[in-house]
């Protein structure tokens, strides 16, 4: 359910936190807690994106 799913969202934002890599936080989206990544950084590179969003996978995965 969605309550659960923003439960998920969160947990996920705060493994983020704890790993290191990215700081992935979570904000409200049209009611919803959702993740959000800003990219703006001047030295972050496509591969880092790219690291980030395998991370998230990876976290998610383990969640579920």
């Known amino acids: 359910d ?5 439960l998920i969202n969160a ?3 705060q493994k983020m936190i704890e790993d290191g890599f990215a700081c992935v ?3 409200k ?3 919803k807690t ?3 990544m800003c990219t703006l950084h001047p030295e972050a590179k496509k591969e880092d ?3 980030t969003i395998r991370l998230l996978d990876t976290f998610a ?3 579920l």
């Open 25 to 27: 936080l979570t904000t």
């Open 61 to 63: 995965k383990r969640l």
């Open 29 to 31: 989206l049209n009611g």
């Open 49 to 51: 994106i790219d690291e």
């Open 34 to 36: 959702v993740l959000r």
């Open 11 to 13: 947990k996920i934002s």
């Open 2 to 6: 969605e309550h659960e799913l923003e």
